[in-house]
């Protein structure tokens, strides 16, 4: 058994030596596809090699945009006990509390229940939440 083994264990060794043997250009190709995505071109991609052009900011997200973006997911299912946007008997005593308790709860959670802070949108602006919340109320009355 030991002598299987310690074969085995030759054999594998071997095997790797034979595999780090390789050629500066072998090295440069595998480098080459494996490099991190956003990295690397697609063959027929003719804007490689051309420098990243950042996207302006085109300012707050409309309230639609960030529903349709964070809180559809549950607005819409009514997932996780989520009042579903439309559905005015499950929003009226929500509307009654006024917008700033909603905007409070949009951008700070409900603890106990499933609502996070902005709805998980880690990179939506309390503007932006508010926004959103003020189209899931006119939607819902």
């Not at 409309?62 to 439309?86: D, L, Q, R």
Request: with cysteine.
């Amino acid at each position: 058994m030991n002598r299987i083994a310690l074969s085995l264990l030759a054999v594998l060794l071997a095997a790797g030596a034979v595999a780090a043997d390789l050629t500066d250009a072998q090295r440069a190709a595998i480098e080459e596809r494996i490099k991190p995505a956003g990295e690397s071109c697609l063959e027929g991609d003719n804007s490689c090699g051309a420098p990243a052009v950042a996207a302006a900011p085109s300012g707050p997200r409309s309230g639609e945009e960030v529903y349709n973006a964070a809180c559809m997911a549950c607005h819409s299912t009514g997932a996780a006990g989520a009042p579903k946007v439309g559905d005015a008997a499950a929003w009226a005593d929500r509307i009654a509390k006024g917008t700033d308790v909603l905007y409070v709860s949009g951008v700070s959670g409900v603890p106990g229940t499933g609502m996070m802070a902005k709805g998980g949108c880690v990179n939506c602006s309390d503007e932006e939440v508010h926004a959103a919340v003020d189209y899931m109320i006119v939607n819902s009355q």
